[in-house]
């Protein structure tokens, strides 16, 4: 999946949050919030998925960077 094709389909989902980032939400906050998307997942699989997406985000931002830098 190429840059494009990733920021066309994730970023109209992930946009709410992202800004809520940018205006300074606190981490407890922010996770109240991905609960309400994801109220079938409890605390500990939220916060282990969160890990895994900060992940793949530094990864690709990085992978990215390089590409473009």
């Avoid at 840059?3 to 606190?26: C, I, R, S, W, Y």
């Amino acid at each position: 999946m190429n840059g494009g094709t990733l920021n066309g389909v994730l970023a109209p989902v992930l946009e709410p949050l992202f800004n809520q980032v940018k205006d300074g939400v606190n981490p407890s906050e922010l996770l109240g919030a991905l609960a309400e998307l994801y109220p079938q997942m409890n605390a500990d699989d939220l916060q282990e998925r969160l890990a895994r997406i900060m992940f793949v985000a530094t990864v690709w931002g990085r992978l990215h960077e390089r590409d473009n830098g």
